[in-house]
């Protein structure tokens, strides 16, 4: 599990970039500094299939990765990192199911029960995410000899918490440009932890 867990981890990473790049060439006029990743597998988005693949195929690798890495970290190095890895499969799970059931109902928010729903789904994932990442750091500065991923956990947190407030403050044009920051953190922060698990001894 130590050294095929960390795999799915990482080809969830690999996974979510392609159904970013590959939803843009499919979507003519998209703009990614402007619109929201989500346009991309709306129910009207010309790049719906494509996108919805490889999100499927994403959110599969990285909820199955977070429930392996709860397993592999439960009551192993201490309490506060079993809690926030239980919260981080958690929130990879609503964050599978939600946006395979709840996709926006047309590009931007048109304000229908789905999109209502895609938006409770979004805050869901965005408060479960912020709370795994203080307990992460938390348990990470615990465990002494695993600080330098405090660190990291920290410094995600960070830029998480600034995309928010940049989608808040920065003009409509700039939109895609904020909530990227605020999601790719999440992302790579994955892959960070995948990287980690998969250099860890077998014992």
Not at 142 to 161: E, F, N, P, Y
Request: charged share 10%; with cysteine; net charge positive.
């Amino acid at each position: 599990m130590v050294k095929l867990i960390p795999l799915l981890g990482i080809l969830s990473v690999i996974l979510y970039f392609l159904h970013v790049i590959l939803g843009e060439i499919f979507y003519e006029g998209y703009n990614p500094l402007a619109q929201a990743i989500s346009d991309l597998t709306a129910s009207n988005s010309p790049s719906k299939n494509i996108a919805r693949l490889f999100s499927t195929l994403y959110g599969i690798c990285a909820v199955t990765f977070s429930a392996g890495f709860f397993a592999y970290l439960k009551n192993k190095i201490n309490k506060v990192l079993t809690v926030s890895s239980f919260i981080f499969c958690i929130m990879n799970t609503i964050s599978f199911l939600g946006y395979t059931f709840f996709p926006l109902s047309e590009s931007g928010y048109a304000n229908t029960f789905q999109d209502k729903m895609h938006l409770i789904v979004t805050v869901s994932v965005v408060l479960l995410t912020i709370v795994s990442l203080v307990l992460f750091s938390i348990g990470f500065f615990r465990a002494k000899v695993h600080k330098w991923l405090g660190v990291i956990s920290i410094c995600t947190l960070l830029v998480l918490m600034a995309g928010a407030m940049l989608i808040n403050v920065m003009p409509k044009e700039y939109f895609g440009v904020a909530e990227r920051i605020n999601i790719y953190s999440i992302v790579i922060y994955t892959g960070i932890l995948s990287l980690w698990m998969k250099n860890q001894p077998l014992a």
